[in-house]
């Protein structure tokens, strides 16, 4: 084969891979914890339930947070209440996305219900339709477990990729992939009937 002919050859093979690195690399995927952060409600283990073997939470003062919670909330189980948020968390983008009030009602505060009913009724009431898929299954890391009075607290720093599909009234659909950060605020009243969490509170968080 001529040497021209090769680097002919050569040159083409290069512009191809170039070309699907830029559109591997080249993907809008940035961080926005302020663009219409989610709610994940986390349910309680069942009474009894033993601990979940998934090695020992190594920072000092979050262990001894979560003993305090354990003795008056014995059945707290800080990797079983994890498993249990990262599940519930792709439920509630969905319903959310989806204008699911009944899927949300029961896992979130009445405040918190209001700030995203009130979302829900805004994009009705523009006509728009949103659908929301998670790339991979989010990160969610334990900030803090402990009591205020009656209450239970626990905060979760949730790490999230995906792609949000958005489609205004008379318009084109625009899809967008991005990663978000946020800690979420769940709490349960110590003692009631219903052993579930509900989201109280959602920030902004570093990745």
Do not use: C
């Not at 249990?84 to 509630?92: H, L, M, V």
């Not at 607290?153 to 990663?179: I, N, Y």
């Amino acid at each position: 084969m001529p040497v021209t002919f090769q680097i002919v050859i050569f040159a083409v093979i290069a512009a191809v891979l170039l070309f699907q690195l830029y559109n591997v690399l080249g993907k809008k995927v940035g961080r926005q914890p302020e663009d219409n952060p989610k709610p994940v409600p986390v349910p309680a283990p069942p009474a009894g339930a033993p601990e979940a073997a998934r090695g020992p939470v190594v920072d000092p003062a979050l262990t001894a947070a979560i003993a305090g919670l354990k003795t008056r909330d014995p059945n707290f189980d800080p990797h079983r209440f994890l498993e249990g948020a990262r599940q519930a968390y792709e439920t509630i983008v969905r319903a959310y996305a989806k204008g699911d009030r009944d899927a949300l009602r029961p896992l979130l505060t009445d405040k918190v219900m209001g700030s995203f009913e009130a979302g829900i009724a805004a994009r009705e009431a523009r006509g728009d339709a949103e659908s929301v898929e998670l790339v991979h299954a989010p990160r969610a890391d334990l900030e803090l477990a402990t009591t205020e009075g009656d209450r239970a607290l626990a905060k979760v720093r949730f790490l999230a990729e995906v792609r949000g599909s958005l489609t205004p009234s008379g318009g084109e659909t625009v899809t967008e992939e991005r990663r978000t950060a946020e800690i979420w605020t769940f709490e349960r009243r110590l003692g009631a009937s219903d052993p579930n969490w509900a989201l109280a509170r959602v920030e902004p968080a570093t990745a």
